[in-house]
Structures are given as C-alpha cells and as structure tokens.
C-alpha cells in the first residue's frame, strides 16, 4: 500500500507564501502523475496542480501563477509553492499519486490564509 506523508500547511496572512511537500513510499512501482487538490468547507476536491513524471504541469485557472508545483523522482516527492496567497486558498490541501495499480492519496494538510 503506497504512503503518502504531507507536510508544510499552516496558518498565514494574506499575500503570504507557504511550501507544501508529500512524499510517496513503499510503492512497489514507479510513481506516474502526482499532485494536489483542495477541498474548502461546503465545497467539493478540486485540482490544484498536477506534474507528471517527465515534468509536464496543469493548474486550476484559479492558482496559475502563483502557485508552482514540482518534484523530485528520485524521492518520489512532490511540491506545492504557493505565494500571493489569498483567503480563498483556505482549503485542505490532499496529496494524490498514482502507479499502475492505482491512485493514492494523503491525510490531507490544514492551510489557513487569515488576517
């Protein structure tokens, strides 16, 4: 059963910036898309960004640029930059990765953007 270890939320103004980073073990096979979503109070998950294994991206219209995702194959991590962040960004943040047997996700992690 692939694990998925999120870290990096927390509580921060707004303009502000935060680092989110999951790391993926005991996958017996290679780790293909990975990325993250978003789910808000009374909201449904949404895509935040996702980055395949050869680097390619996709953003929610909402983020684009502001927040940068990325990832290091060789320790099956993933990462969220996010700056400028606004109140809306207050959201669960879940890690999601995938192999061949199947798709993957984190406990979640808390980010609060608040004044």
């Known amino acids: 059963q692939v694990q998925l270890v999120e870290s990096g939320g927390g509580l921060v103004q707004p303009g502000g910036s935060l680092r989110l980073s999951c790391a993926a073990s005991?996958?017996?096979?290679?780790?293909?898309?990975m990325g993250w979503y978003r789910q808000a109070p009374g909201k449904q998950r949404e895509l935040v960004a996702r980055?395949?294994?050869?680097?390619?991206?996709d953003y929610a219209d909402s983020v684009k640029g502001r927040f940068t995702i990325s990832r290091d194959n060789a320790k099956d991590t993933v990462y969220l930059q996010m700056s400028s962040l606004e109140p809306e960004d207050t959201a669960v943040y879940y890690c999601?990765?995938?192999?061949?047997?199947?798709?993957?996700w984190g406990q979640g992690t808390q980010v609060t953007v608040s004044s």
């Open positions: 999601k990765a995938g192999n061949v047997l199947g798709d993957y």
């Open positions: 005991r996958s017996r096979f290679s780790i293909t898309a």
């Open positions: 980055i395949t294994r050869g680097g390619s991206t």
